[in-house]
Structure formats: structure tokens, C-alpha cells
């Protein structure tokens, strides 16, 4: 049996579509915040070595030396912040995350929007995925901004520190996606809101109790109804009839029969040409004939 896909198809609606932009917006925001915080860390410990190293003397390195050839220079660099009291290991713990994070984003982005995909394959993968897999955070741009605000306050009065051109470069771009994702949070809330009223709704006109089609060997998704292609069979024509004969919409036929939705409102025109309700006559006469196929 083929696996299920979502009756939209592979194609994202309204509310899954702008939660990927929400997060396109916030993950470009998260690349440049994480590498300004990373510059931030190793160039004042970097610059702040190299002058009290001149002014040491017999020459000695008084900080904590990170050349351009040192290996994992954040690392390096966090250890003495923290060795000093600048920043707690905790701190220490969480910015490090954070940068890993950002190297997720530029390195693993498919795994961030996995949970947003419609095929059945991804239904399957969001349940099993390995534990290490990284998933969307939604609280690291906070924590970057965080950072990014309070350590230059923290770290001038013993450090020395240099000055970026790159927030200036970025600022109207940054405005502009801010104001963006602003926008997006908003109409996200609402179509949430109303997907929530659609789900209530669509969960009630899916129950089947009561009518014939709740019989074990009449469900709609019964493996006799479909072939192997996902066709089909003529007894899943009869219970897809059958549906629509109870008066249930298009999307709800897709759910119940696992067929895309487009393939549900050409069955209804098909249904509706050979009569529409009257077929309910002999609709179940067929159906008997045909549980035993």
C-alpha cells in the first residue's frame, strides 16, 4: 500500500506556507546575529591578548592567545571569559549551542522544515527521526539578540574590543525583516485560529458511526477499495459513491479514502452526473455484490 500524503498534495496551504517564511526570515537573522556573536567573543579576547601582551614586560602572554590559525578559537575564547568571571558556564553552555544552531541552519536546513511537509514519507520520518536530529527553535534568535545586547556591556570594562561595520551594513535590511516576520506572526495566529475551527469541524463530519460504512469490511480505507497504484477498485468507486451519498464534502471523501483532494471533487462531478443522491437506491445492492471481489 502506498503511503499516505495529504488530499492538498505535496503542495504546502496557506498556514504551512507562511510558517516556512516566518522561519526563512528568522533563520537569516539567526546566521547573521550568531556570526556577529562569534566575532564578537574571539576578537575581544584576540585583541585584548595582543595589547596585553605588548604591554607585559617580559613579554608574556597575559590573556589567552588565538591566532588565525588557532583550532576552535570560540571554544577557546569562551573558557576565558569564563575563567575570569565574564560569563557563567551556563553561558558558556548555551552560546555554544547557539552557534551550533546557526551552523544547522546554514548546513542542515532541511531537517528545521521537515515537520512542515505534507508527503507520507515525512509523516513517517517526524515520528522516527533520530533524537539528534536538530529541529526548529523558535527561541534562538531571542538568545542571540540577547547576547548580542548585553555582553559588549559586560566585557569593556577589562576587555578590549573592536568595532563592527556589519550591523550598520544590515540595519535596514534587518528592519525590513523584522517588520516582516511581525506580519507573518500575525496572519500565522489567525490562520491558526481558523485551522483550529476547520480541524473541529472536519473531525466531527469524519465520523462514520451510525451508517452502513462503519461495518469493519465497508471502511473506506479498506485494502480492497485501492489497487497497489492507488486506483480504484470498482468496489472503492461504490464506498467513494457512497460517501457523497451521505452528504459528505470532497475533503472529507479525500481523508476517509486517502486520495488527493483534487481526485475527490472529480469524483463528485462524476457522482453528481449519474444522478447523485438517487444512486443511494443501489448503491448498497453494489457494494454487497462487491464485498466478496
Not at 159 to 185: C, G, N, Q, W, Y
Amino acid at each position: 500500500m502506498h503511503l499516505y500524503s495529504s488530499p492538498h498534495g505535496s503542495r504546502l496551504p496557506a498556514l504551512e506556507s507562511n510558517i516556512v517564511k516566518y522561519r526563512a526570515m528568522e533563520m537569516i537573522l539567526v546566521i547573521f546575529h550568531a556570526e556577529e556573536l562569534r566575532r564578537l567573543i574571539i576578537d575581544t579576547v584576540r585583541v585584548t591578548d595582543s595589547i596585553r601582551s605588548a604591554l607585559a614586560r617580559d613579554g608574556s602572554t597575559a590573556v589567552e592567545s588565538i591566532s588565525q590559525s588557532t583550532k576552535r578559537p570560540l571554544q577557546r575564547a569562551l573558557r576565558f571569559l569564563v575563567s575570569n568571571g565574564s560569563l557563567s558556564e551556563e553561558e558558556k553552555a548555551e552560546i555554544e549551542q547557539l552557534v551550533d544552531y546557526r551552523n544547522h541552519v546554514a548546513h542542515r536546513i532541511h531537517h528545521l522544515v521537515a515537520d512542515i511537509g505534507n508527503h507520507g514519507f515525512l509523516r513517517e520520518y517526524r515520528e522516527f527521526r533520530d533524537k539528534n536530529d536538530p529541529q526548529y527553535d523558535y527561541k534562538a534568535l531571542t538568545r542571540l539578540r540577547f547576547y548580542r545586547k548585553s555582553l559588549p556591556d559586560r566585557l569593556r570594562s577589562r576587555h578590549v574590543m573592536t568595532v563592527s561595520l556589519a550591523p550598520l551594513l544590515f540595519r535596514s535590511a534587518e528592519k525590513a525583516i523584522d517588520k516582516e516576520i511581525r506580519r507573518l506572526s500575525r496572519k500565522i495566529d489567525r490562520q491558526l485560529a481558523c485551522r483550529k475551527h476547520e480541524i473541529a469541524e472536519l473531525q466531527r463530519e469524519l465520523s462514520l458511526q451510525g451508517t452502513d460504512l462503519e461495518q469493519d469490511d465497508l471502511q473506506p480505507y479498506h485494502p480492497a477499495n485501492q489497487y497497489e497504484s492507488g486506483n480504484l477498485t470498482k468496489r472503492g468507486v461504490e464506498i467513494w459513491y457512497r460517501l457523497y451519498d451521505l452528504g459528505k464534502s470532497p475533503l472529507v471523501a479525500a481523508h476517509l479514502m486517502r486520495i488527493s483532494l483534487n481526485t475527490a471533487a472529480k469524483r463528485k462531478r462524476m457522482w453528481q452526473a449519474a444522478g447523485g443522491r438517487e444512486r443511494s437506491k443501489t448503491n448498497l445492492e453494489k457494494i454487497e455484490m462487491l464485498k466478496s471481489k
